[in-house]
């Protein structure tokens, strides 16, 4: 999988917390030049619940699933992440643990923006910087208001 289909597959993601970044495609090119590409097996765990990890995530290919350890049963998927989607955006905000795993339900081809990478980019293109944590950003406010309404209609 090469970057321009992981771009048009984060262009063409419909879903409400969608990553939304106002970037041209010479500035998603550039972007990319800070993300890497890791293969995942069916059943690899991306990221684990409590783990620090300084990590944010796009699925290029494949399906994740996002699920609680410890929950009670029925309740412990909270999501499935499919290619467009951004997922362990929490790590480019802060060191806090992980709230939950994030496992490859199908082989899968995801593209990394480790911290150390983000804070390079951010030295040299600080307007394309600037743009992936507000659209970073706004994933964490549709996720936060999501999980409020879900919270507000059981109670």
């Not at 991306?46 to 796009?58: G, S, T």
Request: contains cysteine; charged residues 20%; hydrophobic residues 50%.
């Amino acid at each position: 999988m090469g970057i321009d289909e992981l771009i048009e597959a984060v262009q063409s993601y419909r879903a409400d917390d969608a990553f939304r970044a106002r970037l041209d495609l010479g500035q998603w090119r550039h972007f990319a030049a800070y993300l890497t590409a890791y293969q995942l097996r069916s059943g690899d765990l991306l990221i684990k619940q409590n783990d620090c990890d300084r990590a944010a995530y796009f699925v290029g290919q494949g399906t994740l699933q996002v699920y609680v350890s410890g929950a009670a049963p029925g309740t412990s998927r909270i999501a499935l992440m499919r290619p467009g989607a951004l997922v362990g955006e929490t790590g480019l905000f802060s060191d806090q643990p992980h709230s939950a795993n994030v496992e490859a339900m199908t082989p899968a081809i995801v593209w990394a923006l480790h911290l150390p990478r983000f804070e390079e980019l951010t030295a040299r293109a600080p307007l394309i910087a600037n743009e992936v944590l507000r659209a970073a950003g706004a994933v964490m406010v549709a996720r936060l208001r999501a999980n409020l309404a879900l919270r507000v209609a059981v109670a």
